[in-house]
């Protein structure tokens, strides 16, 4: 009996090693499905494609370089289109070893606020990281030579733009609708496709030299940018290339292209064919930091690159001498500011010069003699407009006549008076 009993034991012995190792088994093989659960894939050869995110952690995810499946090790080249889409993944980081993103592989990732780009990166898709609009920033390796069509474009948060050299083409809207405030581009780069940087929001542009195209509407709509430099490389300069750059002012076309039709008709730029033919001048006072260039009739302030709530426009002095000056049009285009206070050596207060501003009040100095009659077009939340010194003011037609109404005498100006006229002209004093 007593050795039936020992064999009885070693049986239970034996059978729970068995079974030990059979849930060993399990979960070792558990743990190598595991890096594959996350999302469906497929392969060709000894590469494989990310097909759809269906993973839990959507804080962080990391995609591997290779995966082991039935014993075979394979190389994650590819994020395939769509896989991404619409998920509220916050951070993504791809392995060195992809070199393709597919269409619409991240688009509508809204939370997303980091990727980390593969270093090889050789291809990447339509609209492969559109609407991500909580994304701050994007470095783009030099091995993608294409970043295509509407690449980045909705990302509304994508402040910091970097593309490595390498890169040659940025293709139509790849990056329209950012509001990026710094882009820095490549000397590789050759071409700029209609619409590719679209509304942004960055002050001074310099393509590098090398670039020969660049396309309709390239740089449009940027209610920031104030001076632009083109290269001698470039040969064309697409229509409307600078649409709606209410604020730009200094144009160094080196290349000495055509620039007809390059920006609107009420923007008026000082073009220079050399860099250094016309030089700006920065005033700072306790109210912002303004930008003046010399023309051939005297010095204008044409814009500005902060101001605070009050503002007071600066005294010019050049040489220890007091200069008169023009504001120039659209030189407070969208301005913040909500009281304005025009120096006295102020002559002459151009076209659209405060247009679509916050402005609340407003007050001339003394020195101003001639006001284009849609300065303020758009400042819906006007409420005063004070001269220092009290005069009457008449209003001219284009051709020059003197209308005997409406005219203004009172040093705070009824604004619908001054609002009242119509067509082209301007408000004058002797």
């Known amino acids: 009996m007593a050795q039936r009993k020992k064999k009885k034991s070693k049986k239970r012995v034996f059978f729970t090693l068995l079974a030990l190792v059979a849930v060993a088994a399990i979960v070792v093989i558990s743990v190598n499905t595991f890096l594959l659960t996350d999302f469906d894939y497929n392969t060709n050869g000894d590469e494989l494609t990310v097909l759809k995110y269906s993973g839990t952690d959507l804080t962080d995810v990391v995609i591997k370089d290779s995966y082991l499946i039935n014993g075979r090790d394979y190389k994650t080249t590819t994020i395939g289109q769509d896989a991404f889409k619409g998920l509220d993944v916050e951070k993504v980081t791809l392995p060195d070893s992809v070199k393709t993103i597919e269409d619409n592989a991240f688009k509508g990732c809204e939370k997303m606020t980091e990727v980390k780009l593969p270093s090889k990166l050789e291809f990447m898709g339509q609209s492969a990281f559109s609407h991500c609009k909580s994304l701050r920033k994007i470095d783009i390796p030099g091995t993608l030579q294409t970043i295509s069509k509407s690449a980045f474009a909705d990302c509304k948060n994508l402040k910091y733009i970097h593309i490595n050299e390498g890169c040659k083409i940025v293709a139509e809207s790849a990056f329209s609708n950012t509001y990026a405030e710094n882009v820095l581009l490549p000397r590789s780069l050759t071409e700029i496709k209609t619409s590719a940087f679209d509304n942004i929001n960055v002050?001074?542009?310099?393509?590098?030299?090398?670039?020969?195209?660049?396309?309709?509407?390239?740089f449009g709509d940027n209610n920031s940018l104030l001076t632009v430099t083109l290269p001698k490389s470039v040969t064309k300069v697409g229509r409307n290339v600078f649409k709606n750059c209410q604020r730009l002012a200094v144009i160094n076309n080196l290349a000495k292209v055509d620039l007809d039709g390059a920006y609107d008709a009420n923007v008026n730029p000082v073009i220079n064919y050399g860099k250094k033919d016309v030089s700006t001048i920065d005033v700072h006072n306790e109210t912002g930091n303004f930008i003046f260039v010399q023309k051939d009739t005297g010095y204008e302030l044409v814009g500005f690159d902060y101001v605070s709530t009050d503002v007071t426009t600066p005294t010019l002095v050049v040489n220890d001498e007091i200069l008169p000056y023009s504001i120039g049009a659209c030189a407070f285009y969208a301005g913040q500011m909500k009281t304005l206070v025009v120096d006295d050596?102020?002559?002459?207060?151009?076209?659209?010069?405060?247009?679509?501003?916050?402005?609340?009040?407003?007050?001339?100095?003394?020195?101003?003699?001639?006001?284009?009659?849609?300065?303020?077009?758009?400042?819906?939340?006007?409420?005063?407009?004070?001269?220092?010194?009290?005069?009457?003011?008449?209003?001219?037609?284009?051709?020059?006549?003197?209308?005997?109404?409406?005219?203004?005498?009172?040093?705070?100006?009824?604004?619908?008076?001054?609002?009242?006229?119509?067509g082209a002209g301007y408000w004058y004093k002797d």
Not at 203 to 218: K, M
């Open 203 to 218: 002050a001074e542009l310099e393509i590098p030299n090398g670039v020969e195209t660049i396309g309709i509407q390239a």
């Open 345 to 422: 050596h102020v002559t002459k207060i151009s076209s659209l010069a405060f247009a679509n501003s916050l402005l609340e009040k407003l007050t001339i100095g003394e020195g101003v003699k001639r006001i284009e009659r849609d300065c303020l077009s758009g400042c819906t939340k006007l409420e005063q407009i004070k001269f220092v010194r009290n005069g009457t003011w008449y209003y001219k037609n284009e051709d020059g006549d003197v209308l005997s109404n409406p005219k203004m005498t009172d040093p705070y100006a009824n604004k619908d008076i001054f609002f009242s006229v119509y």
